[in-house]
């Protein structure tokens, strides 16, 4: 999948387009719909209007209400959209940022990481905004933009959730995953997050582990599967009894999404 599905911008990581990919039985989701990136706390006067370009009607944000605090998103003035967001906190802390004294590696950031991922599927709130994040792609018209702090874990399973409802197959769900590692925007998240993480440990992240927290890898989303299978039984189980995806549901968004 082409590096054209990145949106260019300067102050917004992973801003792309998560259509495109062909489906099973012919046909591919539509481009110019679903929307996804990082937070837009940074954004710049020219992202906001490359956003604004995007006609996005329906943001989710998958932000608990401290990050919203702590990292405010500029918006387009006069934007007349809806935001869906949940009123309490859907992690302790953004996932990537969720480290403590012996994160001095890339193992043990990845350890860390894929702490994130066994208890994501477990986590009422996220079950809850992968539930609303559904509700709103099937009730609303329009380009839709899900994010979180980093778009890359909360945003990459929903992401994933969805190209999975739409019958993409696994390998380019996995694909789309793992594009984000491709963003032409580390830095922005890197500036983001990393003096922060830093403070709080009070030593220096070696290159490795940084990019363990920053990027995404395959074991991160099999670890995700691997819960959601031990809890439910199978990915359309847990779609099916947790997040409100029925195939009435599945039906209608794939009439919407897919052509």
């Known amino acids: 999948m082409s590096l054209a599905k990145f949106v260019p911008t300067q102050g917004i990581h992973n801003l792309r387009d998560y259509g495109g990919w062909p489906v099973a039985g012919g046909g591919a989701v539509k481009t110019g719909l679903l929307y996804r990136s990082g937070q837009h706390v940074a954004a710049t006067d020219a992202d906001l209007a490359a956003v604004e370009a995007l006609d996005i009607r329906t943001v989710i ?3 608990g209400v401290g990050e919203r605090e702590r990292n405010p998103c500029r918006r387009t003035a006069g934007w007349d959209g809806s935001v ?3 009123e309490g906190e859907t992690t302790s802390s953004p996932p990537h940022m969720d480290v403590d004294e012996s994160t001095t590696t890339a193992n043990f950031a990845r350890q860390r990481m894929m702490a994130v991922y066994i208890r994501m599927p477990r986590n009422p709130a996220m079950t809850e905004m992968f539930g609303r994040y559904f509700r709103a792609l099937d009730s609303r018209d329009g380009a839709s933009l899900v994010h979180c702090f980093a778009g890359k874990d909360r945003t990459g399973v929903a992401a994933t959730l969805l190209l999975h409802v739409l019958g993409v197959s696994e390998e380019d769900q996995r694909a789309e995953f793992l594009l984000t590692n491709a963003a032409p925007t580390l ?3 890197r500036d983001q ?4 993480i830093e403070q709080r440990l009070g030593r220096t992240l070696d290159e490795a582990a940084i ?3 920053l990027e995404v890898h395959e074991d991160y989303l099999d670890t995700f599967m691997a819960e959601v299978a031990q809890d439910h039984g199978s990915l359309d189980a847990y779609l099916a009894s947790a997040i409100g995806v029925d195939d009435a549901m599945r039906t209608r968004l794939q009439q919407r999404f897919v052509a």
């Open 187 to 189: 830095s922005v998240l």
């Open 84 to 86: 869906v967001a949940f």
């Open 61 to 63: 944000d998958l932000r």
């Open 193 to 196: 997050s990393v003096p922060m």
């Open 211 to 213: 990019r363990a927290l």
